[in-house]
């Protein structure tokens, strides 16, 4: 039976800026001084095994559809003990070509059976308790990622860890994002007040909009959207940023990133990777919604897959994704 509802410490949602990160830093450089940016970066960021064995893929290359797990953490700076929690997870898709990417928002919520673990015996929980059950950092990471092999049977070419505190500078350092709002919400956490339409954020506006989800028609949905929504924006303020024309600027953006991430490229090369990926278009990015609905079990409120999914994660596994959108635009959004 899924568990009783703990207590925890109010925690707000995570943004990942993930697969999209090598768009936002190196959108727009000639490729001649690609391998010098990508040697300062590799320099600030922190490497650590993130995938479970049984989660990864066992190739090198990037070759066919690419998968990658992104996690956004609730570590802030001086928190290290284990009570953390992913609040936002993203599967991100790219099929072979590398023209277009899915970026699939597993709910946070979602119930799911996690394995045991650093001292936790397993069992059902939501999906957002694995990184916890697993100690956080690193570990949790990779109980995280057993726990969506188990689930979907995807196996990963890399993964990414962010936590928040780096997010609010690279916003403010690209000079803020356009945020289209669709319905005006108050914030839970500030009580400012987002009235509709297209407007400029800076990182704490920007990142204090994507974490709500009260008093919005689709809850937690919602959520996910504006989440997908605020990647677009940070690279469209990328591109307008022109950060090859700034060193100083460029150096800055790629040091509040670093600073905030560790990836697992699964012993791909940092410059390869982003070669692969520079070519992906903004235009061809598209937010996916899971197949689900909530549902109460036990006065605890979850979110329950849809026939298994209706057919996603076997789309993501193989080479089926552009067909499984077009059929299923339900849970489809073009960022």
């Known amino acids: 039976m899924p568990p009783t509802a703990r207590p925890r410490r109010a925690r707000g949602s995570r943004i990942l800026l993930g697969i999209g990160l090598a768009l936002v830093l190196l959108s727009g450089l000639a490729l001649a001084g690609l391998e010098t940016l990508s040697n300062r970066y590799d320099r600030t960021v922190t490497k650590e095994q993130l995938l ?21 953490s609730d570590r802030r700076p001086g ?39 650093n001292g936790f015996g397993g069992g059902q929980d939501k999906i957002n308790a694995a990184y916890e059950h697993g100690g956080g950092g690193q570990a949790g990471a990779q109980l995280l990622s057993a726990t969506l092999n188990r689930l979907t049977g995807i196996q990963f070419d890399g993964a990414a860890l962010i936590d928040f505190s780096g997010f609010r500078k690279v916003i403010d350092l690209l000079g803020g994002v356009e945020m289209c709002v669709d319905t005006e919400v ?5 009580n400012r007040v987002f009235p509709t339409g297209c407007q400029q954020m800076d990182g704490a506006q920007a990142l204090d909009y994507v974490r709500q989800r009260y008093d ?3 809850g937690d949905y919602d959520r996910q959207h504006h989440q997908q929504q605020l990647l677009r924006a940070m690279l469209d303020s990328a591109g307008k940023a022109d950060l090859r024309s700034n ?15 560790t990836v697992d490229t699964n012993g791909v090369p940092l410059e390869d990777l982003l070669l692969a990926l520079r070519a992906l278009p903004p235009d061809g990015m598209r937010g996916i919604q899971v197949p689900s609905s909530p549902q109460t079990i036990n006065e605890v409120s979850y979110v329950v897959l849809d026939n298994g999914g209706n057919g996603l994660f076997e789309a993501v596994r193989g080479r089926a994704m552009p067909s499984w959108a077009q059929a299923n635009p339900r849970w489809v959004t073009r960022l």
Do not use: C
Not at 247 to 261: I, T
């Open 52 to 72: 479970d064995p049984d989660a990864r893929t066992d190739r090198t290359d990037l070759d066919g559809p690419l998968n990658y797990l992104l996690v956004g």
């Open 79 to 117: 928190d290290t003990g284990p009570d953390q929690r992913s609040d936002t997870i993203l599967i991100v898709h790219v099929p072979a070509g590398q023209r277009e990417a899915y970026l699939v928002s597993i709910p946070r919520d979602l119930l799911v059976a996690i394995p045991p673990a």
């Open 186 to 190: 108050r914030s839970i956490h500030t």
């Open 216 to 218: 919005l028609p689709g």
């Open 247 to 261: 060193p100083v600027k460029l150096d800055q953006v790629l040091r509040a990133v670093g600073g905030s991430l």
